[in-house]
């Protein structure tokens, strides 16, 4: 069975590890009421890239962050 | 189209200014001389550096041979606790240069005390009990905070310190090129800058010690900086380094003023944007120019940083998060912020290059970030 943490809230699309780290990271808050983003509803959100989604991605995974494949 | 990036983290780094670069370009490469040789090639870069140090004394109110040049404010603040002598007693929200060099003397033996901040972020005379101060021989407490901004009342702290008989060292590394800092008015014995805070080059700071005074060497070698920091001289640096503060110092009342608008300008559109923001130094005590520590109840300060960074806009948190949980800072801490402010803290600071059009395109970033 899916959890909150395993689907887009706004897409149903199921999102990877990486963005629901992503959720966790940078909308906290809104994880922690089960609501997440896919990359492409994030970005619409946050008014920004995917591409600049995905650098923030590896950018974690650099610093060893464990929310992230 | 490119995104605008806006830098407002200048309590981490600043840019360096035209007149610190104008003056380090002829040492980087011609007149590489070291200051030490005998011959001819030593000239310019020993007279660069005799007129760098006389400049910066000029700019603290010190005398020149009491400017002792090192890598930065990190290596001046270990000198200070490590080269003097007897107990220590710090503040609990020094920067970690001083806190851990003041762990490393615990270790070999030295007795070490804390005072806590007051509430409102400020170290005040009344924080330090009397008793406490039997058998230290060196306090310790920055002139402001590098987290929240408050600036101490250092000059009160230094006569009460003084009268027990104890030596005063202040951190001034988040202040001097950005209030006005005069040594002999503080009466600190001990301070320390680095020059990358006040637009200068990384890699360079000064200890200043009060004539008369003295600690024991932590670096050996060479008989530079009066023969108790050895080392060749970093000329372009100490150039730069004397140029930035001079330009800084010349303009201060101007920046001063210029920022603090910028900064009234910043509090005032996040107090629109959220009911409830806490703000350190809104109240009476005093703060850095420029400087914004604001506590959003209820938010990630680590998140909002990012969503900023993502919209092209430099800050930093109070609160970062490890795999489980969320690290508060050791100052907010130490001013007792309830956790629910503490994790939704950021520090804005705004340097003298940020403009009205900044703020407002930081407001539209916090606008996303706080959504």
Redesign the interface.
């Known amino acids: 069975m899916l959890n909150d943490y395993d689907v887009c809230s706004f897409c149903d699309r199921v999102l990877t590890k990486d963005e629901q780290g992503l959720n966790k ?5 809104d994880a922690r009421r089960g609501l997440c983003r896919c990359l492409s509803c994030m970005a619409e ?4 890239e995917e591409e ?2 995905r650098d ?1 991605i590896e950018e974690f995974k650099s610093e060893g ?3 992230f494949s | 189209m490119t995104k605008r990036l806006i830098y407002a983290d200048h309590a981490a780094t600043t840019p360096l200014s035209d007149a610190a670069w104008e003056a380090m370009v002829p040492f980087l490469r011609d007149d590489f001389g070291n200051p030490s040789s005998l011959h001819s090639w030593a000239k310019k870069p020993k007279a660069a550096i005799v007129e760098a140090r006389e400049t910066i004394a000029k700019c603290i109110g010190a005398e020149a041979d009491e400017i002792y040049f090192t890598s930065g404010g990190t290596e001046a603040n270990n000198w200070v606790i490590n080269g003097s002598t007897g107990g220590l007693m710090i503040s609990s929200y020094e920067h970690h240069s001083i806190l851990n060099s003041a762990e490393n003397a615990r270790k070999k033996g030295r007795k070490v005390s804390f005072v806590n901040p007051s509430p409102n972020g400020s170290i005040l005379t009344r924080n330090i009990s009397r008793s406490w101060l039997d058998g230290v021989g060196l306090v310790s407490v920055m002139t402001a905070n590098n987290e929240i901004g408050v600036i101490n009342p250092i000059k009160g702290l230094v006569d009460y310190v003084h009268k027990q008989g104890v030596l005063f060292h202040t951190d001034s590394v988040q202040s001097i090129g950005h209030i006005p800092i005069d040594v002999r008015e503080m009466g600190v014995d001990f301070l320390s800058a680095s020059a990358h805070k006040f637009n200068g080059p990384k890699g360079v700071g000064f200890l200043y010690m009060r004539k008369g005074l003295s600690l024991k060497p932590l670096i050996f070698g060479g008989q530079q900086e009066q023969g108790v920091r050895a080392g060749t001289e970093n000329v372009a640096a100490i150039v730069g380094m004397a140029a930035a503060l001079k330009s800084n110092c010349d303009e201060m009342e101007r920046n001063i003023r210029h920022l603090n608008l910028l900064a009234s300008q910043l509090k005032a559109g996040l107090e629109e944007l959220c009911n409830g923001v806490y703000f350190f130094g809104s109240k009476s005590e005093l703060q850095l120019p420029g400087f914004v520590s604001a506590s959003f109840p ?3 300060s ?2 909002i940083v ?2 900023m ?3 092209g806009v430099a800050i930093s948190a109070g609160a970062a ?1 490890d ?1 489980k949980n969320m690290q508060l800072s050791h100052v907010l801490k130490a001013v007792k912020l309830p956790r629910k402010y503490a994790e939704g803290t950021v520090r804005i600071t705004l340097g003298i290059e940020n403009t009205d059009e900044d703020v407002k395109m930081i407001l539209n970033a916090f606008k ?1 970030a706080l ?1």
């Open positions: 990271k940078i909308l906290e808050g959100y946050l008014e920004c600049e989604l923030k962050c464990k929310l | 209820g938010r990630s680590e998140g990012h969503i960074d993502l919209k998060c795999s996303v959504r």
